[in-house]
């Protein structure tokens, strides 16, 4: 991961933001990430929606919601939907072949659920998410929390260390009412095979290994836009 200043990564955040907006065409279902970068989107999807665009929206997180909202962005529920036509979402570290670490904001689970129903899912993000191998990041895993310390002990037998998330000195708890461990894998060799591995784990609702969910990357590096294709 490369380091870059607060200024240039939100430069950043918005360049990518504006270039994934122009794929959002009148009638789609527009999935709705969550976090810094996804909410640049959101920002530009308003201005484009004040200028005449017509969609619908569903929200990765209550906060997603919120923000949507007060920007005049009309919201569907999300368990309504049987397909997104496009989404929109950052990520917490990405690969060239379109593995992802996301989660980072806690909303892995709505954000999966948004990324599994979308026909085009588009990731934005700043040039210091780009990683040969995914890992320095932890991944974040959300539990149900009376499974907490089985998931826990499930996670020690992958060879991971976890750590309970925790925010203001509590518990962080996600929109779900559950708990994050954020688990420390060392750099992920093979992200599918331990993306199987945690799918195993009862108990355990979502991580953040999101494998073959997205269809294109746009970066931002200076003033450049890079994009990643699927294929
Ligand atoms: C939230 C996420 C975010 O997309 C991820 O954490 C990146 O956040 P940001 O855009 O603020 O860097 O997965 O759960």
Known sequence: ????GKEQQNAEKLAAAIEAVKFIKDGDVVGLGTGSTATFAIQELAKRIKTGLKIT?????????ELAIAAGIPILKLENLGSIDISIDGADEFTESLDLIKGGGGALFREKI??????NAIIITDSSK?????????????VVP????YVFNKIETLGGAGKLR???NQKF?????NYIIDADFGLIDNPEKLSSQLNEIDGLLAHGLFIGLTAKVIMAKGNEILTFNSF
Do not use: R, W
Request: hydrophobic residues 45%.
């Open 57 to 65: 929206a569903a929200a990765s997180s209550i906060k997603t919601e």
């Open 173 to 177: 708890i996600t929109d779900n009412g």
């Open 166 to 168: 925790n925010k203001d």
């Open 1 to 4: 991961m490369d380091s870059i």
């Open 146 to 149: 009376l499974a907490y310390q």
């Open 130 to 142: 780009k990683v040969k191998l995914l890992g320095a990041f932890k991944v974040p895993i959300e």
């Open 114 to 119: 948004i990324a599994s129903l979308s026909k």
